[in-house]
């Protein structure tokens, strides 16, 4: 069984100028499924330099790892914990856009859109995992397990966040081109995820206890360099950053445009 679908060239530029990068191994993953190959492939794109998986999973393979759930990506996981962590998260979004419609992709735990609720924001989640949808909607959050490209909304949305979501698709491009058709012209996008840049990452990789070469998920590890140029793309011109709390060498970008 073919378990990747086979980039032909990097998924953010389409050029062909890219080589081996560095191998990780998944057998270790709470993911993981002993019929897969443990083994990730890692390619660098010499021309933009980004680095992502030699391809990414089939939709039959997705389904399989997809029909478990990390604990912390189950809704109401360390519900009192995670409050305090996405209150930061709002707070820098607040100083630029402060009501109307939050959709968060992928919402896993859902605390953000908890807390985002809680400030006055309208929360709208997305999940592909049906069960965490079904709790949401329970709880009176509007939710659809829906592709974010079949997506279709009354009016356009203040803030749309992404936490560990852009990292884990085939083409983020495409994901991205979909978020601008949702976005209202003076809303913010945020994105949280791991950063490659820091020097930390480094010295993780030179002893050999980067996680994120191991990552069952995960098609790209970015730089805040690469993501920004990708977003400039879509005509974000206004980046705040910060680290966040969330986990080890993780990233936020709230951006404008």
Not at 11 to 34: D, M, T, V, W
Not at 152 to 163: N, Q, R, Y
Not at 233 to 244: A, H, L, R, T, V
Request: charged residues 25%.
């Amino acid at each position: 069984m073919s378990e990747r679908i086979i980039y032909k060239g990097c998924p953010l530029c389409n050029s062909k100028n890219i080589e081996f990068h560095r191998q990780g191994n998944c057998s270790k993953h709470p993911l993981y499924n002993a019929v897969l190959n443990p083994k990730i492939i890692w390619n660098k794109c010499n021309d933009c330099t980004h680095v992502f998986t030699e391809g990414y999973y089939t939709d039959e393979i997705c389904n399989l790892i997809f029909s478990k759930t990390n604990q912390q990506q189950k809704v109401g996981d360390s519900a009192v914990k995670n409050r305090f962590i996405s209150a930061k998260i709002v707070e820098r979004v607040v100083p630029f856009v402060n009501e109307g419609t939050w959709l968060d992709i992928g919402f896993g735990n859902g605390s953000l859109l908890f807390t985002a609720q809680e400030y006055g924001f309208e929360p709208i989640g997305v999940d592909l995992r049906q069960n965490n949808v079904d709790i949401m909607n329970a709880l009176g959050i509007k939710s659809y397990c829906e592709d974010i490209s079949n997506l279709k909304l009354e009016e356009k949305c203040s803030v749309i966040s992404m936490a560990d979501v852009l990292e884990h698709v085939s083409y983020p491009r495409d994901m991205l081109k979909s978020i601008d058709a949702l976005l209202d012209p003076n809303g913010a996008l945020l994105i949280s995820m791991p950063n490659s840049e820091p020097i930390v990452w480094e010295m993780m990789n030179r002893q050999k206890i980067n996680p994120y070469w191991n990552e069952i998920e995960h098609y790209h590890n970015f730089s805040r360099t690469r993501l920004y140029e990708l977003l400039r793309e879509f005509g974000f011109q206004k980046f705040d950053y910060g680290i966040s709390q969330r986990y080890q060498m993780c990233m936020e970008v709230v951006a404008r445009k």
